[in-house]
Each structure stands twice: as C-alpha cells, then as structure tokens.
C-alpha cells in the first residue's frame, strides 16, 4: 500500500488550472523525484498535500486517511513536513532555537505542568535540546549552533530548514528545492545526507531542478507540466522520454 | 540579554518598592505610584499579546469589564470583594474568550481592527445600558472589605494597604506571565511571533496558542480592573474609552518590548510619572508628551528598556573614547 496516494487532484485559481486530476503514489522507505519546468505546480503540489492550500477537488490519502483541508499543524503531527522553496526560518533565532522549535509536536508533559516548570517537564526539555543537538551534528552544522540564522550563508541556511524539519520526525519529508544557492561540493554533501536520511525510514519527496541530483538520488521520478503529470518511472526511462526531454530537459540530455 | 543584571535590578526594585510607604508619605505620590503599578499590569497584558504578533486596541475595555463587573458584584449581589475580584476577573477572561474565537481568523491588521471595534462596542454599552450608569458611571462604589489576620488589620481606609495590594496583584501578574514565557509555551509564542507560517509547519497550533494568549492577558486586564474600581471607588466609560488602550501602547512599546515584563514596567513608571513632573500647562503637555514620543520612537527602536540596558556600554565607549584622546 502506498504511503501517500494522491487521487485525482485538482486546484483551480481563478482562471489558473495549477494542477489537474493529478494521481500519484509515494511508497515507503523510496526517494521520489518531482522535476517539470517552472510554473509546473511542484511547490502547489506540496503546499496542498501539506495543508497550506486546499484542493479545488480530490483527495490526499496518507497512512489510509484523507488529509486534504486539514490544518498544515494537523498534518505535520501526522507525519508529514515540508522544507520551504525560500529560506523560512526565525531570522531572529539561533541555529539552536530553530531546530528546538521543531521539536514542539513531541512534548508530552501536559502544559500546565511546562508552566509551573515540574521536574518532569524540566527533563522533557532536555531530551528536546539533546535531540536538537544531534540533528544539528547530523546535517553538519553542530559549530554554528550559537550563531543567529540571518547570519549564515544561503547553502547553510537551506541545510538548517532541513534541520528543524527533521526535528517533527516525519515520516514523509518534501523537499523543495534544497539544493538551490548550494556549490557542487554543498550538494554532494546534501544528497549523502537525503540518502542517510532514507535510511533512518524516511520516505522522501524531492522537487528539485539539479538533474544529477535527481538522477543519482531518486528512485522514481515524476515529470510535471503545466499541472500535469507527463511522465513517471526510473531515471533511466525519463532520460529516454521525448516528451519529457522537449518539455524540460534539454537536448543535451 | 544582560541576565543577571536583570536580576539584581528586579530584586533591588522590590526591596524599594515595599519600603516605599514609608518613605513616601504624601498620599498623592504614593497614588501615582499605585498607578503606575495598575498601569504596569495593563502593559503586560498588551506584551503578552504582542509577543505573538498580535496587537490590541482593545486592552481598556476588558479593563473597563473588570471593574464594572466587579462593582456591580459587589453593589447589587451583595457579594464580598475578595469574591467579587476572582469572580469578576474569571467573567473578563470568559468574555475574552467568546470574543477571542472570533478575533483569530483575522490575524494582522484585522485583529487590529477589530479590537478597536471592542473597544468603541464596549465603551458604548457601558454608556448606554442602564444598569451601568450612563456617561455618569458609579460612584460610592466600596472599599475592599478589611482583611483581619491574627496578628494585623488591613483596612483600606488610607492609601498605603491599595499601595501593597496593587503592589501583589502587579507581583503576582509579573511572575505568572514570566513563568509562561520561560516555558514552552513561551517558546511557541516567540516561534509565532517570528513567523506563523514555519511554527504552523512544524506542528503549532498557532490560532490556539493565541487565543491562550488573548485570553490570558485579558484575564489579568480585567483583574487589574477590579483593583482600579474599588480603589478610585468612581468609574465612568471614558476611563475606559480608546484613549486609554493607546496609553497601554505607549507604556508597552515606548517602554520597550525587548522584555516584555520590565518594559512595560519601565514605561508604565516613566509615562504615568511624567506628565506630573513636568508641570506644564494642560493645552500644551499633549504637545510636550507628543514630542517626547516621537523623539523615543525615531532613537531609541528597543524602547526605554532597551536603551537603558544599553548605558553600561555607551557609556563605557564615551569613556575609552575620551580616555584616548
């Protein structure tokens, strides 16, 4: 059964058909690519699927449940968080404070016992900043976790967003766009971690425009154009589409 | 921020602050500051809203429901003041909440707006219902009834017990906000406050947090206006009216939101002291007072608060500067 199964998936703006009757399949543990030219309805794909616009029709199914119209709160506590196409972030905060945010979802101490600063919830915080810690360690940014995220580079900025979406322990990750303003050797340290990311049971969606990104990451790809889905299989056979390859690619590839 | 500094001048200040009755003697500076205590509350309570990103207009009216709840608890049910100050502060924040699920769809300037629309609203049913007194409001409302413990008789007979009580209620106030902002709750604010996009994407649920918010801070608004009733013993709906709910701004933005319980106090003590000591004419003080505002908001963004904490290291520049030289 697949994790996330998108049914005939519509939304409408106005005179604006972003997308259209889509249906896809994300199963566990794979990497999926999304790629389509501009304008295809990648990041509207991903701001329905997680609550930040509902559907004009269709439904969002994940883990057997229709989470179209919920809340983007709601979904993310069911397993499902997106990564920001612009650096989203608390310009304002530290790295630290960031991820620490993301870890919300996860307390259990009831609130009032947060308020009067019990014991028990006293020890929930610091499995909080324990787990902020090794999230930070993980993605490579352990040294600037004083550092305020304003301040770091553009590449470092879209690794701290990926860091405090990993804070939420999701099950399903969207990735949009992560590679964007990231030098050669940034994203070949960014696809190791996708990839150790996947083994730690994540199942990744990726929309991204950097070909060999895709290709050596993705198990699946899905091609996207004008709100359509024009082709999906392995790298392999979307490198061979033509249809693909005159709507995206480019002849070179 | 400068923490343990922070410390030492908040115990320095309650240590002066509760030996002050017996320096002061003049009823009418210990009055002033009863005020700005009452005031300090007032401020909080918009800081609490701000500190989501939210700003009210509509602050005076829950103060303005505190009292005449409380009044009229006391007046026509009979009941004691120690009851009727829970009592009437639990009804503010219960109106705040009805008042709250609607204020949440339009975040921005939509909850600008419409608090200000409470505030007009509420002004004109205290003008207008008859059961709160018309443009007059109420006079003679009684004092809190003496407290008799073993060993000492409060009786609100003089300033000095409204002194100490306005004095716990700003302690009490100051120390439950604090302790939610230390918490993760104040935490969630703050990640709200920064952006509600991302804390909404990361699993807050930001409409909840700030209706808590909301209805907290009116809760208190509402305490203090129980306190205010029973001390000035009149209260009319202009007291209550918009003019005031932008004098809860001043005192919480001028003073400096950098925190949010020492800056409201700070402005709370230097706007409610202010106009006082200048002396000045009543045609030209709003133009005075205007120009003050305009001075602290075009130099000092983090408030007074905020460059009061800055003078240690301003001054010390000014003195390596001139000690090179």
């Given at each position: 059964m697949a994790l996330l199964k998108v049914e005939k998936l519509s939304k409408f703006f106005g005179g604006l058909n972003a997308l259209t009757e889509l249906e896809l399949d994300v199963f566990h543990s794979e990497i999926l690519g999304i790629i389509g030219p501009n304008g295809a309805g990648k990041t509207t794909l991903f701001n329905l699927i997680t609550g930040f616009l509902a559907p004009t029709s269709g439904r969002i199914i994940f883990e057997g449940e229709d989470i179209a119209g919920l809340r983007t709160d709601q979904i993310t506590r069911r397993g499902v968080t997106r990564t920001f196409q612009t650096s989203i972030l608390y310009m304002q905060a530290t790295c630290f404070e960031n991820v620490l945010m993301g870890y919300h979802m996860h307390y259990r101490q009831p609130k009032w016992k947060a308020f009067l600063h019990t014991r028990a919830a006293y020890e929930e915080e610091s499995v909080a900043k324990r787990k902020a810690i090794e999230i930070l360690e993980f993605m490579g940014l352990a040294q600037l976790k004083d550092e305020l995220a304003s301040n770091l580079p553009h590449g470092q900025q879209r690794a701290l967003g990926i860091c405090i979406a990993l804070a939420t322990a999701p099950k399903l990750l969207l990735l949009d766009e992560p590679a964007t303003g990231m030098n050669p050797k940034e994203t070949a340290g960014l696809m190791k971690q996708i990839k150790k990311l996947r083994d730690r049971d994540i199942t990744i969606v990726l929309v991204e425009h950097n070909m060999r990104a895709i290709m050596n990451l993705c198990d699946r790809i899905v091609v996207l154009n004008y709100g359509e889905k024009i082709a999906e299989g392995s790298p392999q056979e979307i490198r061979g589409n033509t249809q693909v390859i005159e709507a995206y690619l480019g002849k070179e590839y | 921020m400068k923490y343990s500094h922070t410390k030492w001048i908040a115990l320095v200040l309650f240590v002066l602050a509760?030996?002050?009755?017996?320096?002061?003697?003049?009823?009418?500076?210990?009055?002033?500051?009863?005020?700005?205590?009452v005031n300090a509350i007032l401020a909080m309570g918009f800081a609490l809203i701000y500190s989501t990103g939210l700003i009210t207009l509509?602050?005076?009216?829950?103060?303005g429901i505190g009292a005449y709840a409380s009044t009229l608890l006391v007046m026509k049910s009979g009941l004691?003041?120690?009851?009727?100050?829970?009592?009437?502060?639990?009804?503010?924040?219960?109106?705040?909440?009805?008042?709250?699920?609607?204020?949440?769809?339009?975040?921005g300037v939509g909850f600008v707006v419409f608090t200000l629309l409470i505030c007009f609203v509420i002004e004109r049913m205290f003008v207008y219902i008859k059961i709160f007194g018309g443009w007059g409001g109420i006079i003679g409302i009684p004092p809190p009834n003496p407290i008799h413990l073993p060993f000492y008789s409060f009786d609100f007979s003089s300033k000095i017990?409204?002194?100490?009580?306005?004095?716990?209620?700003?302690?009490?106030?100051?120390?439950?906000?604090?302790?939610?902002?230390?918490?993760?709750?104040?935490?969630?604010?703050?990640a709200i406050k920064l952006d509600s996009r991302l804390a909404e994407a990361v699993g807050v649920y930001v409409n909840g947090y700030r209706l808590a918010a909301f209805v907290v801070a009116s809760t208190f608004t509402g305490l203090a206006g129980s306190f205010y009733a029973h001390y000035s013993m009149t209260i009319n709906p202009e007291t209550f009216g918009i003019l005031k709910s932008i004098h809860i701004q001043i005192y919480a933005i001028l003073g400096g939101l950098e925190s949010y319980i020492l800056g409201p106090l700070t402005g709370s003590i230097v706007f409610t002291?202010?106009?006082?000591?200048?002396?000045?004419?009543?045609?030209?003080?709003?133009?005075?007072?205007?120009?003050?505002l305009i001075l602290i908001v075009i130099f000092l963004p983090g408030g007074l608060a905020g460059f009061a904490q800055r003078i240690p290291t301003v001054l010390f520049r000014w003195y390596t500067a001139i000690a090179r030289k």
């Open positions: - | 509760l030996v002050l009755p017996f320096v002061v003697q003049n009823p009418y500076y210990l009055h002033l500051i009863t005020m700005v205590y509509g602050a005076s009216a829950f103060w004691s003041f120690w009851l009727a100050m829970p009592a009437s502060t639990m009804m503010t924040g219960m109106v705040a909440l009805c008042f709250g699920f609607l204020l949440m769809r339009y975040p017990p409204y002194y100490y009580l306005s004095l716990f209620l700003f302690l009490v106030t100051a120390i439950f906000f604090y302790s939610l902002y230390s918490s993760r709750i104040g935490r969630a604010w703050r002291l202010l106009p006082e000591f200048l002396q000045i004419s009543p045609e030209i003080e709003p133009y005075v007072t205007g120009t003050v």
